[in-house]
């Protein structure tokens, strides 16, 4: 995707995997603005798709039985975003210890200045679906996630 040029710099981190966003009526709370709960299920809906695009979708956490689920998640909301205001939100892999623990960074930018709306940052760690239990990154999960790391 081509950025526009206010975005072009101001990443956290180099090369974000990002998704357009833009709030919708459903979006907004009775504050006139986007409501905090929809940053958090954004941020849900990048990791994901960067998932999917690194190649490991949840048929394939299901078919090995395991996750990385978020044991710790934490928001800086930095400014409000507007009904139908385009926004630009980007993830990244910053860190794991290739056993059982992750850690996935956001940053949501308006696109009109490329100020920075929302910091979020997840702790991971591998369950086995099965169980619930903390278990060992699976060969495919350590080979797909650890070639998108990111330095923090």
């Not at 504050?31 to 905090?36: Q, R």
């Not at 992750?102 to 308006?110: G, H, T, Y």
């Not at 903390?134 to 080979?143: D, I, N, V």
């Amino acid at each position: 995707m081509t950025e526009a040029p206010a975005l072009a710099e101001g990443w956290d981190y180099p090369a974000p995997f990002t998704l357009a966003l833009s709030p919708q009526p459903q979006d907004i709370d009775g504050l006139n603005h986007t409501n905090n709960a929809v940053y958090v299920q954004w941020c849900e809906k990048v990791a994901w798709a960067h998932s999917e695009a690194l190649g490991l979708s949840l048929a394939d956490y299901q078919r090995l039985d395991r996750a990385m689920a978020i044991r710790h998640g934490a928001y800086d909301y930095l400014l409000p975003s507007s009904l139908g205001e385009p926004l630009l939100l980007g993830t990244w892999l910053t860190a794991s210890d290739g056993k059982l623990a992750m850690e996935r960074r956001f940053q949501l930018r308006r696109v009109s200045d490329g100020a920075s709306l929302v910091r979020g940052r997840w702790s991971l760690v591998c369950i086995e679906i099965s169980s619930g239990k903390p278990r060992r990154m699976p060969p495919e999960f350590c080979e797909v996630y650890e070639r998108a790391l990111v330095p923090a």
